[in-house]
């Protein structure tokens, strides 16, 4: 399904500039949930948003733009798919990886 150099790359980046958590969202209908959500940020700056850019094409989820730093999110369904095949190639965040699957 995905391109394990692209996994391995995504896992560096998530491993170093990354997070993954599990929020207390609100549905459409006003109820309480956890949603896992992947995101990392890239300074205008820096890189600019070819690297969000990246992910979303081989990824998904979406770019918003904040103060001058883009980031690139997935979260829900796509998040924790994604969490379980990002697993064995992280080393940092591999245990927040565990604690939103």
Not at 5 to 12: N, Q, S
Not at 44 to 67: D, M, Q, S, Y
Not at 81 to 96: C, N, S, T
Request: hydrophobic letters at 40%; one cysteine or more; aromatic letters at 8%.
């Amino acid at each position: 399904m995905y391109d394990k150099v692209d996994l391995a790359y995504l896992a560096g980046i998530i491993d170093g500039e990354g997070h993954a958590y599990k929020p207390n969202a609100l549905n459409g209908r006003g109820e309480r949930h956890l949603q896992a959500r992947l995101l990392f940020v890239q300074s205008i700056k820096n890189n600019g948003k070819e690297l969000c850019e990246w992910a979303l094409k081989r990824f998904g989820g979406g770019i918003t733009l904040t103060r001058d730093l883009y980031r690139w999110q997935i979260q829900g369904k796509k998040a924790t798919e994604l969490a379980h095949v990002l697993q064995p190639y992280l080393i940092v965040k591999r245990e927040q990886i565990k604690r939103i699957l």
